[in-house]
T-cell receptor
Framework: SQKIEQNSEALNIQEGKTATLTCNYT??????LQWYRQDPGRGPVFLLL?????KEKRKERLKVTFDTTLKQSLFHITASQPADSATYLC???????????FGSGTKLNVKP | GAVVSQHPSWVICKSGTSVKIECRSL??????MFWYRQFPKQSLMLMAT???????TYEQGVEKDKFLINHASLTLSTLTVTSAHPEDSSFYIC???WGGGELFFGEGSRLTVL
């Protein structure tokens, strides 16, 4: 069966450290993978997109890697801040940008 | 830019009534709109994909007669929950795409059916 797995346990880290979140998938062949941030009671906000032929993407303090052999993406937030505390969702996009499927998200808590 | 407005943000209704939720892309034309449902601490579950002027494509297990989706224009899609029951209570979120890969989400609509 198709699965998109993110660590269901909250990730607690100290301010200033690097947070690393994992997204693993099975039985999908995504054309690209995205990461979103979701705050409680709000809709997700787009952060980064990485295509299947890209290994790494960066945007300010964010870095995403995409390994289609391992079927895994890693999402890094460097120099984390309490304001980074939120739930982070990965999403797989199929060809033609026609469908998107989301993981269940990992809650990140950055403590001052 | 790329703002998606969803209305209402919350609604309470009696069992058996119908509820309509609107999703508008305010500053871009959305070739495709998606409707998701989210239970507490769970993933966004794709319900259906809609393209302007054509019938929505529903995911397996989603009742198309219960969740009516209309995508009348490139900036408006509506989801109508017909004959709502308490088990339909959930957080419904729409998103819109202009075809570039990223999704722009509405703020979500919290439906409570009494």
């Amino acid at each position: 069966s198709q699965k998109i797995e993110q660590n269901s346990e909250a990730l607690n880290i100290q301010e200033g450290k690097t947070a690393t979140l994992t997204c693993n998938y099975t039985n999908y062949s995504p054309a690209y993978l995205q990461w979103y941030r979701q705050d409680p009671g709000r809709g997700p906000v787009f952060l980064l997109l990485i295509r299947e032929n890209e290994k790494e993407k960066r945007k300010e303090r964010l870095k995403v890697t995409f390994d289609t052999t391992l079927k895994q993406s890693l999402f890094h937030i460097t120099a984390s801040q309490p304001a980074d505390s939120a739930t982070y969702l990965c999403a797989l996009g199929l060809y033609n940008f026609n469908k998107f499927y989301f993981g269940s998200g990992t809650k990140l808590n950055v403590k001052p | 830019g790329a703002v998606v407005s969803q209305h209402p943000s919350w609604v309470i209704c009696k069992s058996g009534t119908s509820v309509k939720i609107e999703c508008r892309s305010l500053d871009f034309q959305a070739t495709t709109m998606f409707w998701y449902r989210q239970f507490p601490k769970q993933s966004l579950m794709l319900m259906a994909t809609s393209n302007e002027g054509s019938k929505a494509t529903y995911e397996q297990g989603v009742e198309k007669d219960k969740f009516l989706i209309n995508h009348a224009s490139l900036t408006l899609s509506t989801l109508t929950v017909t004959s709502a029951h308490p088990e339909d209570s959930s957080f419904y979120i729409c998103s819109a795409s202009w075809g570039g890969g990223e999704l722009f989400f509405g703020e979500g609509s919290r439906l409570t059916v009494l």
